[in-house]
């Protein structure tokens, strides 16, 4: 039971973080050259979202740790990265407008069946 719980902890922070840091992005604007490059890490070192966006994933690491010590990497693997994918395609469409096309809302539920797989 502990291994399964700290891999949805691990999923749902690796989630928090990317949210973060989408959004971060986002208020920072897109580097359209290799010279604004420069500008734009220099914006995100002064973001607040960045930051907290990389102390999550430090957190998630911890876990993880303990989620493999107990856990076979393949399930572990597949359990967090499908929950992942999933929830971020629908929280993309959701929180931030982004669509999906429906050959990739066909990989979203061929993976979530591949997982229910890698469970059993």
Do not use: D
């Amino acid at each position: 039971m502990l291994p399964k719980l700290l891999i949805v902890i691990v999923t749902l922070n690796s989630i928090a973080s990317q949210l973060l840091l989408k959004r971060a992005v986002a208020a920072i604007g897109t580097p359209t050259s290799v010279p604004g490059l420069a500008p734009f890490f220099r914006a995100a070192a002064v973001t607040p979202e960045v930051y907290l966006s990389l102390v999550l994933q430090v957190i998630g690491y911890a876990v993880w740790m303990i989620v493999i010590a107990h856990e076979k990497l393949g399930v572990a693997v597949a359990v967090m990265g499908s929950g992942f994918y999933v929830a971020m395609a629908l929280l993309g469409w959701v929180v931030f407008g982004e669509e999906l096309s429906r050959l990739q809302w066909a990989g979203v539920v061929l993976i979530t069946i591949g997982v229910a797989c890698m469970m059993g």
